[in-house]
């Protein structure tokens, strides 16, 4: 679960809590706000175990489907085919714990980084690239879904989350705080947007 990713007390500054029984619901306005805003943006916030998830359905295990999805990149080597098929990351990562292929019908496959699959970190969305050679390309033929197990998210080169985002959830939280329960607060519409813009990403949502 995303949690504020400050400082609490600061928070609870910034609202201008009451008192100590408020302290509590403005820590759980807080979260919320975070989650929501991390949905908005499109990626974790914060430095932390993630896990990203590519799936298909049983329909598109298909001919045409598996053809044009390797159309991108399919190369013929000494060893077989290679896919080099990019599956672009959400957001910056600092290490892979593990990649997970689960068959139709079948177990779970744990592959092995710099065998089936490599890692490209220097751009802005780390990509991993499919190195599939002939032995396993019926898995990946038959693939339900890949399970990507890594740390990173959204934070600065010493690990802090940006103070923009930080700022962005103080004044959101501060806002429900001060216009409770009338429907007319919007926090895109009161400046959390103007931090935020600079951060953001296609949506992951889910």
């Known amino acids: ?9 600061d928070l609870i500054d910034y609202v201008g809590s ?8 403005i820590i759980a306005a807080g979260n919320s706000v975070t989650m929501a805003i991390e949905k908005y943006l ?23 489907y598996h053809n044009s999805w390797l159309r991108t990149g399919t190369a013929f080597t000494a060893n077989g ?7 672009e990351l959400p957001c910056q ?5 593990s990649l997970t292929v689960s068959m139709w019908g079948g177990d779970n496959i744990q592959l092995q980084e710099g065998i089936d699959y490599h890692v490209d970190t220097d751009c802005k969305f780390p990509k991993i690239m499919l190195s599939w050679n002939m032995s396993i390309m019926d898995m990946f033929y038959k693939y339900k879904n890949m399970i990507v197990d890594f740390t990173g998210g959204l934070y600065e080169v010493d690990g ?19 216009n409770p329960g009338d ?11 103007f931090f935020l813009k600079n951060y953001q990403v296609p949506a992951i949502g889910g």
């Open 42 to 64: 499109g990626t974790p916030i914060g430095k932390r175990s993630c896990r990203y998830v590519v799936s298909r359905n049983a329909s598109e295990l298909s001919d045409g």
């Open 183 to 193: 429907g007319a607060f919007n926090p895109l519409d009161n400046g959390m947007n």
């Open 81 to 87: 085919i290679s896919t080099n098929q990019w599956i």
């Open 18 to 25: 009451a008192g100590p029984d408020r302290d509590p619901m």
């Open 93 to 97: 990562i600092e290490s892979i714990q």
């Open 160 to 178: 802090t989350v940006p103070e923009g985002i930080i700022f962005a959830i103080n004044m959101a939280t501060k806002g429900f705080f001060e």
């Open 1 to 9: 679960m995303t949690k504020y990713p400050g400082n609490t007390d």
